[in-house]
């Protein structure tokens, strides 16, 4: 959907002819919430307020959204959200409902009120695309448009990245200790209810494979997980009746959870009651490295050797790799994942680097406050690789291309909106499906480094020029 | 919002004649998202299909939520989100567009999608007051009806307080640092979108005054501030023009972010341009001890003694504490604040301690898990005080009003939901000003030591009986 389109939808939504209603109810069901512009801090707005005022505001501007560094000890990020961001802006409207708020509060004049009423976004967006590795000071995103236009979005682009970018870091990490055994997202009960449904979805882009969230599988697609909880166990008059239900209402091919009161009963009970078609038991308590072995020993002697064991319970990256050592077939990640593994926010700002003048001339600008000073000028990204196509610096140049020194070069700006025009290969499932490739593919090139979970230095040097 | 009315207004957002879809569409203006039922994991509606097969759905529930620990050395812990998880009941429906992803996925099977489809929380819950203080296995939410029904709820009711408990106990111990002077939350930039709208709630359950985010504002009448980033700054000629500009919009009682370049020029060009009546000065970055004084001095010797001080950048409970010392007037928490000041979520569970059998006799029922045993049973919790008021600990009777001793105790629990419908006093504007009484209320009652923020032992022993 593309902000024309979602345009086309808000008109009629405001309208009161009962054809017109109709028309936008059969939509609702399938758009999200109906405006995403309240997602917002007051400031943006006071903001352009004083530059309608001051003449300033048609000033054409370049923002770019970058990190000054890494949480301590991670040696790359993983950018995510670009993807919910640009189905977000389509719905970045003041509607009659905001609009009427606004004006009751008193929070900006009525020149800025008609301002926002007409607002779309018409400008330009470049950035890193979904998936992508990122380093201290890469320019992941580059947004051109007025100041007015620009500035309003600050809070929805940062909310949306720095969140979604700091579970896809994390999440990059486990599917790297997991290696060819697949993680499941099943962290919704320990976020907020829609950051659990974003943290599905850039769990997907760093390579779980499923999530237990079911509107993130609505949203975007996304292979869904889930079969009981002790609760259900807890249910009924025994472990045994409920291990029948269970088998009876999804097969034996199902998952039995085998930890709610003594773990090689449980197994031994699941066996003779499912069969050798056991799907999977799950454990998700004790010390699961000796457990999951005594559970593969105990399965196997039962003639279950195609039953796999799934875990979970609190893992992180480095519980994940200490079962590497044991006969794990799949991991269960929740409230680690959800919270960042200890950085739940990718400290991305968004920063004005260039405008123009009076005159049209373009003119780079930066801040000068101590520890948070920011490089004037449009930042222009290559990753330099070296001939086998191994990632060698993140080469930025400050207001034209990077010096290479005739080193091999890959390029990391991509379009994503031109003239308020999105780009359709990067929202929806595609979107998904492309940011996973991307981060796959840019994971893969990266130094043998990058996947040490020890604590250390960005993995690429970050070279201007 | 009851249920019931938001129940006819899902009925008529299904129907399809125009004049139902108008009046549909008058009133999204002002709800939340038409459905929050899929704001789940899927193994609470596997969970539901397996019950029903096997004749187990139907059993009368007691669920519990609770936390078996407050993150390591925080001495409380406050309960927040409950107006949330209350108005979002209300939608907590599955409406024509869920059932149909349901069925086109497979994930349950028709007779489970007729039972979702009708489903209604017809139970009770009670709970702690929105802005109570908890403690290690408090039992904070006590959730009763058919298994069906109960279970339906947990992920949405565990992701609604987890997130928001998190963010009010971060909160409470930063306004408990900051004493009189107020703090204003503005971290939306630095988390989710709709958990920057939820943490702004939470802050304000937890003592802040105002908050940056304007959905926040919209839907719960909350205080929201914001003038000028330092994009503003550097989008004119220079510093005198911008300062000038937003001066002429928002008059001389505003406040001037002045960091961008030199801070000392910046204010004396402030006091110079708004004069004696200007409103307040920023200070975003560096050493904020030092230069608030040198601040605060200069303002003065140029007739600003009217003039405030507001700092902001990175602060946390301690950095507030620190600042106590240095002559500013109110504090602006961001990141640390939505994040939770290194405690993201609140690591509460939802655990069934109690079911009828087939005869409709009540049974205790916990697990067994290493590490993660409950104890089975309904809690009845009471808070101890002593002659003064003061509160001695929390006492848990299990299956039966706890032990007192003849010791002076006050009611924790208190009706939230009977029989599907909400009391009204939780939810919306007045839910939040409720419970930021409760929470002041129960924040005095503490001993001294609540207040420390050094690492420490929760201050008030649980004790079952």
Redesign the interface.
């Known amino acids: 959907m593309t902000p024309q389109s979602a345009s086309a939808q808000a008109h009629a939504?405001r309208a009161?002819s009962?054809?017109a209603?109709?028309s936008?109810?059969?939509s609702?069901?399938?758009a999200p919430?109906?405006s995403?512009a309240?997602?917002?801090?007051?400031?943006?707005?006071?903001?352009v307020?004083?530059?309608l005022?001051?003449g300033?505001a048609g000033?054409r501007?370049v923002?770019e959204v970058f990190t000054r560094h890494l949480p301590a000890g991670r040696r790359y990020g993983v950018v995510a959200g670009t993807g919910r961001l640009l189905e977000?802006l389509a719905a970045f409207r003041f509607?009659?409902?905001?609009i009427g708020?606004?004006r009751s509060?008193g929070?900006v004049?009525e020149p800025t009120l008609e301002f926002l009423a007409d607002y779309r976004f018409s400008g330009d967006i470049h950035g890193y695309a979904e998936g992508e590795i990122f380093m201290p000071d890469s320019p992941v995103l580059r947004v051109e448009a007025s100041?007015a236009e620009a500035?309003l979005l600050?809070?929805?682009v940062?909310?949306?990245l720095?969140?979604?970018s700091a579970i896809a870091s994390a999440a990059s990490r486990m599917t790297v200790a997991a290696g060819d055994r697949p993680c499941v997202e099943?962290g919704?009960?320990?976020?907020?209810?829609?950051?659990?449904?974003?943290s599905a979805r850039a769990a997907a882009v760093a390579g779980f494979t499923a999530t237990?969230?079911?509107?993130a599988?609505?949203r975007w697609g996304l292979p869904?997980?889930?079969?009981?909880?002790?609760?259900?166990?807890?249910?009924?008059?025994s472990e045994e009746?409920?291990f029948?239900?269970?088998v009876?209402?999804?097969g034996p091919g199902t998952t039995l959870l085998v930890?709610?009161?003594?773990v090689e009963t449980a197994v031994r009970r699941a066996a003779a009651i499912a069969g050798p078609e056991l799907g999977a038991v799950r454990l998700?308590?004790?010390d699961l490295v000796e457990q999951a072995g005594e559970v593969r020993a105990l399965l196997d002697s039962l003639g279950n050797t195609g039953t796999r064991i799934i875990v979970s319970?609190d893992l992180d990256e480095h519980a994940i790799a200490r079962l590497q050592s044991a006969p794990v077939d799949s991991y269960g990640v929740g409230?680690k994942l959800?919270?960042?593994s200890g950085s739940?926010?990718a400290?991305m700002v968004?920063?004005?680097v260039q405008?123009t003048?009076?005159d049209g001339a373009t003119v780079a600008?930066?801040?000068?406050?101590?520890?948070?000073s920011s490089v004037g000028g449009v930042k222009h990204p290559l990753r330099s690789l070296d001939g086998s196509g191994r990632a060698m610096a993140e080469l930025i140049g400050v207001g034209a291309a990077p010096q290479t020194n005739g080193q091999r070069t890959r390029e990391l700006m991509v379009p994503l909106v031109r003239g308020g025009v999105v780009a359709e290969e990067h929202v929806g499932e595609v979107g998904v499906a492309n940011a996973r490739r991307r981060h796959a593919a840019s994971l893969a090139e990266l130094p043998p480094a990058a996947k040490r979970l020890q604590d250390g230095d960005p993995v690429l040097p970050t070279i201007f020029s």
Chains 1, 2 share one sequence.
């Not at 309240?38 to 903001?47: K, N």
């Not at 237990?212 to 509107?215: F, T």
């Not at 869904?224 to 008059?237: K, P, V």
Request: hydrophobic share 40%; proline share 3%; charged share 20%.
């Open positions: 939504a009161t009962p054809a209603a109709a936008s109810a059969e609702a069901a399938h919430s109906p995403t309240l997602l917002t801090d007051q400031y943006e707005l006071t903001m307020q004083a530059a005022a001051s300033a000033r501007c923002f977000g509607g009659a409902a905001e708020w606004l509060r929070i004049d100041f500035c600050e809070t929805y940062l909310s949306v720095n969140h979604d099943m919704s009960r320990r976020t907020q209810e829609f950051s659990a449904v974003a237990s969230n079911l509107e599988g609505r869904t997980l889930g079969t009981a909880a002790h609760a259900f166990t807890l249910l009924h008059d009746e409920a029948q239900a269970q009876r209402a999804f930890d709610t009161y003594d998700d308590s004790g319970s409230t959800v919270t960042g739940p926010t400290a968004y920063k004005l405008r003048d009076d600008v930066a801040k000068n406050a101590p520890g948070k």
